[in-house]
Structures are given as structure tokens and as C-alpha cells.
């Protein structure tokens, strides 16, 4: 069992930074690859990032390569995306997601957390 907490979410100006934090609880966080989804009102839950679970390999949907980057610090047992050059277009509700396979499908993942809210003004 993962248990999944996500941070730093807020409001930003088009073009700021923002970076959300997921803490994991359990000392199995190091087997698992790790996901970043976001869902915008209306919409499907949409994928963004995922990580290995040596955090070797990192994958980006198209729309945010060269703007957000996903890390991971074991020691901390924590994964990062970091957020730059904002778009409204990014304003969603953002989740982490824990799973023993890395992947752009969300339905691969049995763990998630609670989400963190971001709003990116224009």
C-alpha cells in the first residue's frame, strides 16, 4: 500500500512556475513508477508525465515537453513536477499516481492522491 500526498498547487499568472510535490508514505515507494494526470472541469483525466522507478526514464505528453519536468528523490520519498511557462490552458486539478509499470494510462495505476488544484491566469 501507497499512500499519496500532493502539494503546492495554486494560482499563477500565465508564463509563471509553480512545483507540485507528491509525498509517499510506506517503505515500497522505491518500487513504484510514478505519474503525474490532471483533469480540467468537463474533461477527461488527462495524462502528463510518469517517471521510473530508479528515476532513470521520464516520458511528457507533447503539450508540456520543454516546460515541466518530473523528478523523483528517494531519499524524501517524494516526487516533483515542476512547472514552467504556464498556460491557462494548464489550469486543472493535478494528481500523482502510484503503480508497479510506468505508463500514459491512467488505469494503470492503483494509487493515487487527492489532487491539487491549478489555476494559471491569463
Known amino acids: 500500500q501507497v499512500q499519496l500526498v500532493e502539494s503546492g498547487g495554486g494560482l499563477v499568472q500565465a508564463g509563471g512556475s509553480l512545483r507540485l510535490s507528491c509525498a509517499a508514505s510506506?517503505?515500497?515507494?522505491?518500487?513504484?513508477?510514478m505519474g503525474w494526470f490532471r483533469q480540467a472541469p468537463g474533461k477527461e483525466r488527462e495524462f502528463v508525465a510518469h517517471?521510473?522507478?530508479?528515476?532513470?526514464?521520464?516520458y511528457y505528453t507533447d503539450s508540456v515537453k520543454g516546460r515541466f519536468t518530473i523528478s523523483r528523490d528517494k531519499d524524501k520519498n517524494t516526487v516533483y513536477l515542476q512547472m514552467n511557462s504556464l498556460k491557462p490552458e494548464d489550469t486543472a486539478v493535478y494528481y500523482c499516481?502510484?503503480?508497479?509499470?510506468?505508463?500514459?494510462?491512467?488505469?494503470?495505476?492503483?494509487?493515487w492522491g487527492q489532487g491539487t488544484q491549478v489555476t494559471v491566469a491569463s
Open positions: 510506506g517503505r515500497t515507494f522505491i518500487k513504484y513508477a
Open positions: 499516481a502510484a503503480g508497479l509499470v510506468a505508463s500514459d494510462n491512467h488505469k494503470v495505476y492503483p494509487y
Open positions: 517517471i521510473g522507478s530508479g528515476g532513470e526514464s521520464t
